[in-house]
Structure formats: structure tokens, C-alpha cells
């Protein structure tokens, strides 16, 4: 779900979107500033009593004469979360990202990112990092999947790693799978893979009644030890990493699934032609350097 997006509505439910857990709960008495942003976003969007909308205390932010605040909006089993600043006379608001230009966000974005212990493949001194943070129930992150599959290969100077974020707030056996995954990693490296594409290919036959069984199942198939791997998924050093996984999205403000960084730039959603488009203009910028260090 995007909304806000520039101040018009960009539509209303897309993709696996989070309700980020760092937004603080809504206190029981709202603010004058509170209750005029809340108002606003209701009636230009025409938001009824139906849908959920919290409006934390608005704060300082990185910008002198502006507050800032994230908005969380939950409707139904759907949710979203914005970024807005609000002008201290509380007469303007926007939505947006606010850049410091003397920065790289990119590199900033791509020395947060932990790749330790996550599942890895490609090339062995890669020119390209991709990273994915991803949901194994969530239908976007299904197509991503399927078009990796077909843009990855063409690209022997990239490396792709995965990264857990599962919703449980709307994908019931998301952590499950995702237990399955690093179990299968801790056993075998290789053997995630099979995990991977197996959540993903059978994703309308799985279930929260059948998902430990089909992680049983695609566990067998990959060759591994059947009570290793049962006794992983039941273990708190699965659970860590998993969560580990799920902190470092937080970090990197992470709010939707999927959501990949190639070499640091973010991409969000099964939009391969950007994440092709990145990986041209990274490798262009690689190939460039080298001429010159040649000369």
C-alpha cells in the first residue's frame, strides 16, 4: 500500500508493505499538530473510521524549519508507512525523502548492509553487488524471483545475496520459511537455494497448516540430514539470525518487501528494469575507471 506519494494518491494497496516496527504507538492524547495532520490526510484521501491512521508526535529533523514525523496507516490486513515534514507554522506538509548533498547515500546505504552469514551467489570478486530483503510468502517478492532468474545470468560480474524480512503481521508462514532457509544454509550453503526456489515456485500451495512440512520436504529433496534439520528449525540460533537479518533491514528503513540495493542504490518492488538499469550504469562506471587508470 503507497499513499501520500508527493501528495497524490499513488494507490492504495501494492506489494508486501510493513507496518515498520520503529514506529511508536500513538498516545492516548493527540497534539493540536497531531490532530490537524490526521484530519488533512483523512479528508483528502477519504479515509473512514475503518482505516487505521497513526500520527506520532511530529520532531525535529535534519532540516532547520521543518518537523518530521512517520505516518502509519493500517487497513484491513494492509499497511503502510510515510515520511512526511511539516513546516513549524504547521501550515505545509510533504511527503519525501530529504538528501544531503555533500553525502553518498549510496555508499552510506551499502557499508550498513551486514553480508555475513547471508546466502550468497555469483561471481567470486564481483564488480556488482545486489541485495535482496525479502518475504518467501510475498506474491511480489514471487515475481521478483522469477525475473532474477532470467536478468541474473546474464550478468557473470554480479553478485546476488538474500536477505530475511518476513511480515508474520500478514504472511503467516513467512517466518517459517524463513527458519527453513537459514537452517538449510547452516547445514549446507548450497541447499538454500533449493529452499528458495521452493517457497517461491509453490507458494499457492503452502500454508501455515503445511509450511513445516513443505520446508521437510524441499529439506529432503536438497540432500540434507531430515533431524538436523528439524532440530534447526526449532533452535534459537535459527531465530537469531533470522532477526538479525530483520534488525539490519530496519536499519537500512527497510518498510516493504521486496527491496533490493544494487551497490548501495535502492530499488523497491519486482522492478527488474530499474535493478538491470543500475547494474548497467555501475558496470559502465567500472569499465570507465579502468580505461582512465590504464591512460
Same mark, same amino acid.
Given at each position: 500500500?503507497?499513499?501520500?506519494?508527493?501528495?497524490?494518491?499513488?494507490?492504495?494497496?501494492?506489494?508486501?508493505?510493513?507496518?515498520?516496527?520503529?514506529?511508536?504507538?500513538?498516545?492516548?492524547?493527540?497534539?493540536?499538530? %497531531? #490532530?490537524?495532520?490526521?484530519?488533512?490526510?483523512? *479528508?483528502?484521501?477519504?479515509?473512514?473510521?475503518?482505516?487505521?491512521?497513526?500520527?506520532?508526535?511530529?520532531? /525535529?529533523?535534519?532540516?532547520?524549519?521543518?518537523?518530521?514525523?512517520?505516518?502509519?496507516?493500517?487497513?484491513? /490486513?494492509?499497511?503502510?508507512?510515510?515520511?512526511?515534514?511539516?513546516?513549524?507554522?504547521? #501550515?505545509?506538509?510533504?511527503?519525501?525523502?530529504?538528501?544531503?548533498?555533500?553525502?553518498?547515500?549510496?555508499?552510506?546505504?551499502?557499508?550498513? =548492509?551486514?553480508? #555475513?552469514?547471508?546466502?550468497?551467489?555469483?561471481?567470486?570478486?564481483?564488480?556488482?553487488?545486489?541485495?535482496?530483503?525479502?518475504?518467501?510468502?510475498?506474491? =511480489?517478492?514471487? %515475481?521478483? *524471483?522469477?525475473?532474477?532468474?532470467?536478468?541474473?545470468?546474464?550478468?557473470?560480474?554480479?553478485?546476488?545475496?538474500?536477505?530475511?524480512?518476513?511480515?508474520?503481521? =500478514?504472511?503467516?508462514?513467512?517466518?517459517?520459511?524463513?527458519?527453513?532457509?537459514?537452517?538449510?544454509?547452516? %547445514?549446507?550453503?548450497?541447499?538454500?537455494? #533449493?529452499?528458495?526456489?521452493?517457497?517461491? /515456485?509453490?507458494?499457492?500451495?503452502?500454508?501455515?497448516?503445511?509450511?513445516?512440512?513443505?520446508?521437510?520436504?524441499?529439506?529432503?529433496?536438497?540432500?540434507?540430514?531430515?533431524?538436523?534439520?528439524?532440530?534447526?528449525?526449532?533452535?534459537? /540460533?535459527?531465530?537469531?539470525?533470522?532477526?538479525?537479518?530483520?534488525?539490519?533491514?530496519? %536499519?537500512?528503513?527497510?518498510?516493504?518487501?521486496?527491496?533490493?540495493?544494487?551497490?548501495?542504490?535502492?530499488?523497491?518492488?519486482?522492478?527488474?528494469?530499474?535493478?538491470?538499469?543500475?547494474?548497467?550504469?555501475?558496470?559502465?562506471?567500472?569499465?570507465?575507471?579502468?580505461?582512465?587508470?590504464?591512460?
Amino acid at each position: 500500500m503507497k499513499f501520500l506519494k508527493g501528495l497524490t494518491l499513488a494507490g492504495f494497496v501494492l506489494a508486501c508493505m510493513l507496518a515498520a516496527p520503529h514506529v511508536q504507538p500513538q498516545a492516548a492524547a493527540q497534539s493540536e499538530l %497531531q #490532530k490537524k495532520i490526521e484530519h488533512y490526510l483523512r *479528508h483528502i484521501y477519504a479515509f473512514g473510521p475503518e482505516v487505521k491512521l497513526v500520527v506520532p508526535e511530529p520532531k /525535529e529533523s535534519e532540516v532547520a524549519g521543518l518537523f518530521v514525523t512517520t505516518v502509519e496507516l493500517t487497513s484491513g /490486513e494492509s499497511h503502510d508507512t510515510a515520511k512526511m515534514y511539516i513546516s513549524k507554522d504547521g #501550515k505545509y506538509l510533504f511527503r519525501g525523502d530529504v538528501s544531503d548533498m555533500s553525502k553518498d547515500p549510496m555508499a552510506e546505504n551499502a557499508a550498513k =548492509i551486514d553480508l #555475513k552469514s547471508a546466502p550468497s551467489m555469483g561471481s567470486a570478486n564481483p564488480s556488482v553487488t545486489v541485495v535482496e530483503f525479502a518475504d518467501f510468502e510475498c506474491p =511480489i517478492c514471487r %515475481q521478483l *524471483h522469477d525475473q532474477l532468474k532470467n536478468l541474473l545470468p546474464n550478468y557473470p560480474q554480479v553478485k546476488f545475496y538474500f536477505k530475511d524480512y518476513p511480515i508474520e503481521q =500478514i504472511h503467516p508462514w513467512a517466518k517459517t520459511a524463513a527458519l527453513a532457509g537459514r537452517c538449510a544454509y547452516i %547445514q549446507k550453503p548450497a541447499a538454500f537455494w #533449493k529452499m528458495y526456489d521452493g517457497f517461491y /515456485e509453490g507458494q499457492d500451495l503452502i500454508s501455515a497448516a503445511n509450511a513445516w512440512d513443505k520446508a521437510v520436504d524441499f529439506a529432503g529433496q536438497a540432500g540434507l540430514d531430515p533431524s538436523a534439520f528439524k532440530s534447526c528449525l526449532a533452535s534459537p /540460533e535459527a531465530a537469531a539470525a533470522v532477526e538479525a537479518s530483520v534488525a539490519n533491514a530496519r %536499519q537500512l528503513e527497510v518498510n516493504s518487501t521486496p527491496t533490493i540495493f544494487v551497490n548501495g542504490r535502492r530499488v523497491v518492488g519486482a522492478d527488474s528494469a530499474t535493478i538491470e538499469r543500475f547494474i548497467q550504469y555501475e558496470l559502465a562506471g567500472k569499465k570507465a575507471s579502468s580505461n582512465s587508470a590504464k591512460k
